[in-house]
């Protein structure tokens, strides 16, 4: 079955920067339009970032300029490099694709940002 499993997150300082990566097992991962979100404590789950399988990127208002979002499909892995990271940033994250009706998710990746 298809399974994505997010790495990278952390503790970092205000201004630090991190790279999670999301690897997907199990499907076609190529063809999928992979998506990051974040959710923070009490708030409902944002979309962060987009990249379709043709390589074109989408960002939040919130993190153009700072996140990046990137894919290699010979590692089926989806990347997001975040700079300039800030407190307001902390959240767990999460990837995603959504195929024929149905949302594929990980198990979220916490990135905490705190002096």
């Known amino acids: 079955q298809v399974q994505l499993v997010e790495s990278g997150g952390g503790l970092v300082q205000p201004g630090g920067s991190l790279r999670l990566s999301c690897v997907v097992s199990g499907g076609i991962f190529s063809i999928y339009t992979m998506n990051w979100y974040c959710q923070a404590p009490g708030k409902q789950r944002e979309l962060v970032a987009t990249?379709?399988?043709?390589?074109?990127?989408n960002y939040a208002d919130s993190v153009k300029g700072r996140f990046t979002i990137s894919r290699d499909n010979a590692k089926n892995t989806v990347y997001l490099q975040m700079n300039s990271l800030k407190p307001e940033d902390t959240a767990v994250y999460y990837c995603n694709f959504d195929w024929r009706y149905l949302a594929y998710w990980g198990q979220g990746t916490q990135v905490t940002v705190s002096s």
């Open positions: 990249i379709t399988s043709s390589g074109r990127t």
